[in-house]
């Protein structure tokens, strides 16, 4: 079973920056992608940005130039830098990893609880 845990949502204006972490704990054999979703009131859950554990990075078109995902693979963590939000980035982000369960070879999606993002204009 894999927990992952999100901070860094919150309440900003337009233009600024904003920080979201998440990292990954429990009994897991190895982790492939990492990355971030998010989902907005009356929309689906959409893939804002993925990292691959060597490093390889896909982005939604609509943060492209703006959002950055990292990670550090040592730590089981990723981190995305937002920058210039407007007040479409407004959802509730989540994290998710892509993780094989502990002794077998199978991969499975987990998901943190989300954290809240509102841009204000």
């Known amino acids: 079973q894999v927990q992952l845990v999100e901070s860094g949502g919150g309440l900003v204006q337009d233009g600024t920056s904003l920080r979201l972490s998440c990292a990954a704990s429990?009994?897991?054999?190895?982790?492939?992608?990492m990355g971030w979703y998010r989902q907005a009131p009356g929309r689906q859950r959409e893939l804002v940005a993925v990292?691959?554990?060597?490093?390889?990075?896909n982005y939604a078109d609509s943060v492209k130039g703006r959002f950055t995902i990292s990670r550090d693979n040592a730590n089981n963590r990723v981190d995305l830098r937002m920058s210039i939000l407007k007040a479409q980035d407004t959802a509730i982000y989540y994290c998710?990893?892509?993780?094989?369960?502990?002794?077998?070879?199978?991969?499975?999606?987990?998901w943190g609880q989300g954290t809240q993002v509102t841009v204000s204009s």
């Open positions: 998710n990893a892509r993780a094989r369960k502990y002794l077998t070879s199978t991969f499975i999606d987990y």
């Open positions: 429990g009994n897991f054999g190895d982790i492939s992608t």
């Open positions: 990292i691959s554990s060597g490093g390889s990075t």
